[in-house]
């Protein structure tokens, strides 16, 4: 799999962090208007290596969710509730 530059590893970090493909491709430090943003980013989320990177990124998350529904699950109901808003 060919390798990310800087900037796609960071588009796709800000991909992770829930911004929208426009706010992650200016904000990974590309310059151009928002309209070529968002075409750009809309083309870069198509790329293999690119939706492997999200997808490694977003793996820590999704075990630590994980982790904290079983939590909540041996938990009563009341206290439960509050464990999965944590």
Not at 20 to 34: E, I, K, N, P, V
Not at 40 to 58: C, F, P, Q, V
Request: one cysteine or more; aromatic letters at 4%; proline letters at 2%.
């Amino acid at each position: 799999m060919k390798s990310l530059t800087v900037r796609q590893a960071r588009f796709c970090e800000l991909m992770v962090e829930g911004k929208d493909g426009t706010a992650a491709y200016l904000g990974a430090g590309w310059t151009c208007s928002r309209e070529a943003a968002k075409v750009s980013a809309s083309r870069l989320l198509t790329l293999d290596n690119i939706k492997a990177k999200i997808a490694e990124l977003r793996k820590p998350q999704t075990a630590e969710s994980l982790i904290g529904q079983e939590r909540a699950l041996d938990q009563p109901a009341g206290q439960a509730q509050g464990l999965l808003h944590e």
